[in-house]
């Protein structure tokens, strides 16, 4: 999905491919660049291979583990057909899991983007001082995933937190670790947190590429700050929003891995996590390949399906000027 | 550490250089902090104490990790000469014939001296196969008992309690005094697993898995067991008993704040305690219950032993053998006893740690060895049930919600014995 997203656009491309048909003949400039049909193979062979030795050889290895069950040190798989995914998705505990998740990535994505949007709009309007709010706007995006999940931990720590505390003003006894819903709160929040930072660049720089003249001329069809916002700043912003979208659609499946590690703190109990982390869990820590693999075969079904949806819904609405 | 990194760094390249004849052998293991530095001690003194092996110890983060890299590296045939497998996975790696050298054979093949009844009563049978042949060397072993907050039971004015009858009537005085009377941390190694030792209660059909593989069922749904949580939700909110959560330290935090008057943890958490705790502490015997009978028992020994990895040349498992009769010797099982709080795990070793005036010195030292001396029962020997781990997970998942009102204790041990049961006969497909 990256990849594609950040693919240039422009005919680049087409002139690699060009030079291995017959017709329609290509033009003569661009034959001069690869006049042998294998040489432009063999510049994208590196990326292949890595695509290939990281990518799909353990995916096919995952879909072949998913149909056995195994014992951990490799002794006797035994194929079990589809017993593995059966067990998974009659289990009560995945079906939360799964539920979680979606409604994990929903919050997460909103919000983050939200903000992203609305930070990016008012930053783009402060004159004084702009480059100081960016940056610190900015900045939190170069925390690594772990460290926030650490700062995320302490905040909302049962023993040290100020977030206890700040709850506590509102008469809410925050138990984070305990409670699953204060628990999903503090994973939200410090998801959200963590992604502000990487949205607001993107806003910011799509809000700039803005053309005065349209803006100007937006000035005088409409009084209203919000209606120029809706009818000509967003659809303009729609091809930087599509792509954020994408990136934090990923975002909050699978990079927030590394928070919800650092704050369930190795013993997951009641609290909530994601179908990643339980991939996780049961591979590394239970030794269940088999049960591991499906969950992880029925996590690639999900992100190819939302993929597609993604790109042929959503990406035919948006308008690349 | 980085000094003594680089010192074992050039002792290595010297030795290597010096000795091209000797046998390389290596050892996973999960410990970190103070621990693994004495890992680390203990190899460098095997290593100087004869030259025809060299031990190099590699940590692996933590006991889960160091068994899921054990095994994958086993799968591609990198696996090293000695993993060190916890207390929960015990089933898993002796479940796998063939993955392992049973302690015992590697042992008494290499021609050393080898007596189950030289160690403590306590460590002899967790590791070991239904005969009583060791398949695991013991090796860090712990047991869980109580820590008590002297000052606060001055103030309260009451003695530490033996059963947990006792713990009844003492709870409201230190409550009365200011302090939450109990915390306990990881509650699956403490109020079941211990739970069934220190009460002699079945943990498991086929005498605790013991026996075999296929058809071993949990048994936790039984009135005593669910009794235990019955209390301890009863005691929670009555403001006896103070439940943080599944994460260990965030239980033993309130204890070493002052907060607490009774905590249960490891025999292990004593180094760390003298450091982190504010108030002069104690220990006692982790608390039975009176009312059932035949109870006060030996606890299970926790902590991890060291297995000897199959599939290496007879030089590497002799010098493997080697080095388990090194860690056996009384002096180096006391010097791990002394720097990390874990029990000694031969007879000898507790003698020579008396004899040298240690537990006057640290009385507290010696509360988890001598719980573990305790007399045994038909059920204090151990466990051996395959996914071990996650049904600890499963239990943890539900104690949570037990404690947060969401479920009845009785409810949550029916949903712990149907999944744990569900997962134990998925393992007795993969091991079948």
């Known amino acids: 999905m990256t990849d594609t997203a950040a693919l240039p656009p422009g005919p680049a491309p087409q002139a690699v491919r060009r030079p291995r048909k017959p017709h329609p003949p290509a033009a003569p400039a661009k034959r001069v660049q690869f006049d042998r049909p294998l040489t432009p193979w063999l510049f994208v062979l590196p990326q292949l291979l890595v695509v290939a030795i990281f990518f799909y050889w353990p995916s096919v290895q995952a879909v072949n583990s998913s149909f056995y069950l195994e014992d951990p040190f490799g002794f006797g798989a035994s194929f079990v057909g589809i017993d593995n995914y059966r067990e998974a998705l009659s289990s009560r505990e995945y079906r939360t899991i799964a539920a979680f998740t979606a409604g994990f990535c929903a919050l997460v994505t909103g919000l983050a983007l939200g903000i992203g949007l609305l930070l990016a709009v008012k930053a783009d309007k402060v004159i004084r001082g702009a480059s100081a709010y960016k940056t610190a706007l900015i900045a939190v995006y170069a925390i690594a995933p772990p460290v926030t999940g650490l700062i995320g931990m302490m905040f909302f720590d049962m023993h040290i937190g100020p977030f206890k505390d700040l709850a506590a003003l509102f008469g809410h006894d925050l138990r984070v670790g305990i409670d699953y819903d204060d628990t999903a709160l503090a994973l939200v929040t410090v998801a959200v947190w963590k992604q502000i930072p990487y949205n607001f660049i993107f806003f910011l720089s799509g809000l700039q590429s803005v053309p005065v003249a349209v803006r100007e001329a937006a000035l005088l069809d409409a009084r209203s700050g919000w209606r120029r916002f809706r009818d000509i700043t967003l659809p303009l912003l729609a091809p930087t929003a599509f792509f954020l979208l994408v990136i934090n659609i990923t975002y909050s499946l699978f990079d927030t891995f590394a928070i919800i590690d650092v704050m369930v703190k190795d013993k997951p109990a009641n609290n909530p996590m994601t179908l990643v982390y339980k991939v996780y869990l049961d591979g590394f820590k239970g030794n269940d390949i088999g049960g591991s693999s499906a969950q992880s075969v029925i996590l690639m079904l999900v992100v190819a399906a939302l993929t597609i949806v993604q790109f042929r819904l959503i990406e035919r609405r948006v308008h690349y000027g | ?432």
């Open chain 2, 1 to 432: 550490m980085l000094k003594s990194l680089t010192c074992s760094t050039l002792a290595f390249a010297l030795s290597a250089g010096a000795a091209l004849a000797q046998t390389d052998i290596t050892w996973w293991h999960g410990m970190g902090g103070r621990n693994g530095e004495v890992i680390n001690e203990i190899s460098q003194k095997f290593n100087e104490a004869q030259s025809a092996c060299h031990l190099t110890p590699l940590s692996k983060g933590t006991y889960e990790e160091a068994l899921a890299s054990g095994i994958a590296a086993f799968r591609s045939g990198e696996h090293p000469n000695i993993l060190q497998v916890f207390d929960a996975g015990a089933a898993t790696i002796i479940s796998a014939k063939g993955a392992t050298i049973p302690a015992e054979d590697l042992i008494k093949g290499a021609g050393k001296p080898f007596e189950r009844s030289d160690f403590i009563a306590g460590v002899r049978h967790f590791y070991a196969d239904s005969e009583g042949k060791f398949i695991g060397m013991p090796f860090n072993s712990s047991a869980p008992i109580m820590y008590v907050n002297l000052a606060a039971f001055e103030k309260a004015g009451v003695e530490p309690p033996k059963t947990w009858e006792e713990f009844e009537a003492v709870a409201p005085k230190l409550k009365d005094a200011g302090y939450i009377p109990l915390s306990a941390s990881q509650l699956t190694w403490m109020m079941v697993e211990n739970f069934k030792s220190r009460n002699n209660q079945p943990f498991a059909t086929n005498n605790n898995g013991y026996d075999a593989i296929k058809g071993t069922e949990l048994i936790v749904n039984d009135d005593n067991q669910v009794m235990m949580f019955d209390k301890l939700k009863e005691w929670a909110d009555a403001g006896l008993y103070g439940f943080y959560g599944a994460g260990w330290s965030d239980n033993q935090k309130p204890f070493e704040e002052g907060k607490v008057a009774m905590w249960i943890g490891s025999s292990g958490s004593f180094g760390g305690l003298q450091k982190t705790a504010v108030m002069p502490f104690s220990a006692v015997f982790m608390p039975y219950w009176d009312a059932i009978e035949g109870a006060g028992t030996q606890s299970f020994i926790g902590g991890a032993a060291l297995f000897a990895m199959a599939g290496k040349p007879e030089a590497e498992n002799a010098c493997t053998a080697e080095f388990f009769s090194f860690l056996t010797s009384p002096e180096i099982q006391v010097y791990w006893h002394q720097n990390t709080g874990y029990v000694p795990v031969t007879e000898a070793a507790y003698e020579l740690a008396k004899a040298q005036g240690w537990y006057d010195e640290q009385p507290v030292a010696e509360v988890g060895i001598q719980q573990l001396m305790l007399p045994g029962g038909e059920w204090t020997k151990g466990y051996r049930m395959g996914f071990y781990p996650q049904i600890r997970s499963i239990m943890e998942r539900e104690f949570n919600r037990i404690f947060s009102g969401e479920v009845t204790p009785k409810a949550a041990f029916d949903v712990i014995e149907e999944e744990g049961n569900a997962l134990l006969a998925r393992f007795a497909k993969t091991a079948g």
